[in-house]
């Protein structure tokens, strides 16, 4: 039971660092070149004076509703696990932990949300910036997150606690 408990726990933290590299790190779309966006700001090189310009991100409604759904996310995870915790602590043997596995089922979704407005409305997004580029690695994490974050909901709700 021990070894069942470190694995989950482990996939949790799991989940919780790529969500946190996904929503806060600076690859969302990479440009041509080295230069790449997230969903805070849009910092470019300029090769004249070699410094990077940065400046915040559009207005777009749809680039809003993914960084609210990519930080719903790390809230719902980060509160999955310390109810985890919680419940592993006081829960009667035999329990089944379902509010925790719900609360990953909701992160599950909203990263899901999230990276699919993301990939829909990309060309809306970016519409200020110059075309060509591609998807870049925070978006793939986050569409790395969703599996796992899905399967460890499954996973808690299906879990029952032993002594």
Request: net charge neutral; aromatic share 14%.
């Amino acid at each position: 039971m021990s070894l069942l408990l470190l694995v989950v726990s482990a996939l949790h933290i799991l989940i919780l660092i790529l969500l946190f590299v996904a929503t806060l790190d600076k690859s969302w779309w990479a440009l041509p070149g080295k230069e790449s966006l997230n969903l805070w700001y849009d910092c470019t090189w300029n090769s004249d004076n070699k410094t990077w310009a940065c400046s915040n991100v559009s207005e777009n409604g749809w680039l809003k509703a993914v960084q609210v759904l990519m930080v719903l996310s790390l809230i719902l995870c980060c509160l999955s696990f310390i109810l985890f915790m919680f419940q592993l602590y006081t829960m009667r043997r035999g329990g089944l932990f379902y509010a925790t596995g719900l609360c990953q089922l909701c992160t599950s979704v909203a990263v899901f949300t999230g990276a699919l407005i993301y990939a829909i409305h990309a060309e809306e997004i970016l519409a200020e910036r110059p075309s060509g580029g591609s998807f870049g690695y925070c978006f793939a994490l986050a569409w790395v997150a969703f599996p796992l974050a899905l399967a460890s909901g499954i996973i808690y709700i299906h879990l029952r606690k032993r002594e």
